[in-house]
């Protein structure tokens, strides 16, 4: 067969024929690969901003107090009736959730090359108080130097200064939604309420705004300061945060630290799992939708061209007593579908790098509600969803077209040519 | 004369099965018919409507496959070829003129003459574009090479459709009532035409007309009637 230039000119010219029927298409084309670029890079945006975030501030790997195993039995007696009595040796109380003797554990898992930095903490849930207004805290106790090497809170201070944290031992860091529930300003002071109802008096030193929620819902004192307002003694600590060297090797890490040490060692990547497999889950329903956006677009085609085919009857009649083969009367219709697409595509191109450009530069309010807040959409940019959005519609359009060509090379040139008179 | 047979139909019977509410409908066209036609002929197939002498041209031209028995076009049975096969027969051997001019509504002159000459890709599009252009020159169209067909006159768009199925030097012109649309000023052009070609190029044509008038320019008159061949006269 010969797929010769005059086939794309005859499809070409009735194309151009039905102008308006094919703008109409072309604008059905158009307008769905525009919607589907614009959502592919809104959920893809908002799922690489996350991840972005988490890999940039939070801590890649997370030593946590729990045990991978519960202790083994010292001694084991079987009796007779079907009880066992198990022996082991520690009998006084011993807290499974923290870290006991951190500052071993901390050199030794500064040892691996792989970790670029680690840092104690410790995590309570307390009651704040500033003036009349009295509510839960998460207060971290932190070692801030080491720590801001992994959270970056310096980068993130809308007031005060991060340095001033480690200058002042009853100094208190909090979250932008804390501070702006307590309507607490730096110098301000206020009082913590623990677990065993110990009252302490810290010191606002600063506000900061990370854009994770969960982050900042949180405040930080220093680790001393935390480890007597939860309790803790001086060698005990709830986590131990690492950051690695060489991000994708933190689930080596992770498996390493506990196998030598048998405390349970979580990755950013497990953490963010549930976080992740919700972006995932909500992208799928959008794509799902903008998919049938592209599928009326497709009828659309279909419809453009079962019109051609119908009132071009006669013309594909005439073609065949011409000499022009079914496979040949097939593919200019094909290649009328495939112009429809292509031109739609490339305008839907067009069109979604604008929308881009705008969503993207539209101010938003953050909601503490989000995962991630920013003053902007954060809109993904890559070349591939253009080539994914175009290759789709190209292809929606194509099977769309098949139809209506076979039944054009369908047509029987005696009934068309007779039925004239 | 040249006594060479150049179309030859052997006991051709065509008949339509219409399904009518389960109830099948047989109804024969042409029950048994046997004829030649020379090279070099000018034929008129004539007869009342409704008497078979369209069906007859389409089976000739192979457009529509006989019930039963034979057409031989170039000593090659076409009604034994596959539809593929017969849409290049078509494209090499045969020019068809209908009623209707036909032409495609999108194309200009030239384009619609230079179309079957591409269609199997046997011509480049120069090629095609200079005896296209020559062809409508011989036909009296030179100055109406880039007019569309709605910017020509029904005389004018039949020349063009002539030109058309002479575009690729057929074996066989076949005209299915190309003067029944003309008014008889134009009609006369295109008998002239027809008598032009026979004479000058030896152009075998074979013309379905019941225009008494044009039948008796030709040079034989087949007349039809209920699907039998009723007379077979040669005229001069």
Redesign the interface.
């Known amino acids: 067969m ?1 797929i ?3 086939l794309v000119t ?1 499809a070409f ?2 194309l ?2 039905r102008r308006r029927q094919t703008f109409l298409t072309l604008l059905g084309i158009s307008v769905g690969v525009m919607v589907l670029i614009t959502a592919v890079s809104l959920m893809d945006g908002l799922l690489q901003s996350f991840i972005q975030k988490i890999v940039d501030i939070a801590p890649h790997v997370i030593v946590s107090g729990e045990r991978v195993k519960s202790p083994v039995p010292d001694q084991l007696i079987v009796s007779g009736n079907g009880n066992h009595v198990v022996f082991v040796k520690k009998v006084n109380r011993e807290r499974q959730d923290v870290i006991k003797n951190y500052p071993r554990m901390e050199s030794l898992i500064k040892s691996d090359s792989l970790v670029q930095v680690v840092t104690p903490l410790v995590s309570m849930d307390v009651i704040g108080m500033f003036g009349t207004i009295s509510q839960p805290v998460q207060l971290f106790g932190i070692v801030p130097f080491t720590e801001n090497e992994i959270e970056k809170f310096s980068n993130s201070m809308v007031s005060g200064k991060f340095d001033a944290l480690g200058r002042t031992p009853d100094g208190i860091m909090l979250g932008t939604t804390v501070a702006k529930d307590f309507t607490a300003r730096v110098g301000d002071r206020m009082r913590i309420v623990s677990q065993s109802g110990v009252i302490y008096s810290v010191r606002v030193v600063g506000i900061f705004k990370t854009g994770i929620n969960d982050i900042d819902d949180n405040s930080y004192v220093n680790l001393r300061l935390g480890q007597i307002i939860g309790g803790f003694s001086p060698d005990e600590a709830s986590d131990l945060y690492i950051r690695v060297n060489d991000l994708p090797k933190d689930g080596l890490v992770a498996s390493t630290i506990e196998r030598e040490t048998n405390y349970k060692a979580i990755t950013w990547e497990q953490k963010a799992a549930s976080v992740v497999a919700l972006f995932k889950m909500i992208s799928g329903i959008v794509y799902f939708l903008v998919f049938f956006v592209i599928m009326v677009a497709g009828f659309g085609v279909a419809n453009v061209l079962i019109t051609n085919v119908l009132e071009k009857s ?2 594909i ?12 009367i097939t593919l200019i219709y094909l290649t009328q579908g495939l112009i429809v697409a292509i031109i739609g595509a490339a305008i839907g191109c067009v069109l979604g790098f604008l929308l881009i450009e705008i969503m993207s530069s539209i101010p938003m309010a953050s909601s503490s509600q989000s995962f991630v807040s920013s003053s902007h959409l954060m809109m993904g940019k890559n070349p591939m969803y253009f080539v994914w959005a175009s290759l789709f519609a190209v292809v929606v359009s194509l099977v769309a077209a098949v139809g209506p060509s076979r039944n054009a090379a369908k047509v029987n ?2 009934e068309i ?2 039925g ?2 | 004369m040249n006594d060479e047979a150049i179309i030859r139909l052997e006991h051709v019977r065509k008949q339509l099965t219409m399904k009518n509410g389960g109830e099948e409908i047989v109804s024969v066209i042409l029950p048994d018919i046997s004829f030649d036609i020379k090279r070099g002929d000018f034929a008129a197939i004539t007869g009342p409507s409704g008497s078979g002498k369209t069906s007859l041209l389409y089976l000739m031209g192979g457009l529509d496959k006989p019930t039963s028995g034979s057409v031989f076009l170039d000593d090659q049975e076409i009604s034994a070829l596959s539809e593929e096969e017969l849409a290049s027969m078509r494209n090499q051997k045969l020019g068809f003129v209908y009623q209707f001019h036909f032409l495609l509504p999108e194309f200009n002159a030239l384009e619609n003459v230079m179309m079957p000459m591409l269609a199997r890709g046997r011509f480049s599009t120069s090629e095609a574009r200079s005896r296209a252009s020559e062809l409508l020159s011989r036909l009296g169209l030179s100055e109406k090479l880039h007019n569309k067909p709605n910017q020509l006159s029904g005389g004018q768009q039949q020349r063009v459709a002539i030109a058309r199925a002479l575009a690729n030097n057929p074996s066989v012109l076949l005209a299915d009532e190309p003067t029944g649309n003309l008014d008889s000023r134009s009609a006369e052009t295109i008998y002239k035409l027809f008598s032009e070609l026979n004479r000058e190029t030896g152009q075998t044509i074979v013309v379905v007309t019941h225009d008494e008038h044009f039948a008796s320019e030709t040079k034989r008159i087949l007349n039809i009637l209920d699907g039998q061949l009723n007379s077979d006269k040669r005229l001069e």
């Not at chain 1, 009649?317 to 040949?328: M, Q, V, Y």
């Open positions: 010969i010769n230039r005059h005859i010219r009735q151009q024929n006669r013309d009649a005439i073609l065949k007593s011409l000499g022009f083969k079914r496979s040949e040139p005696v040519l007779r004239e008179r």
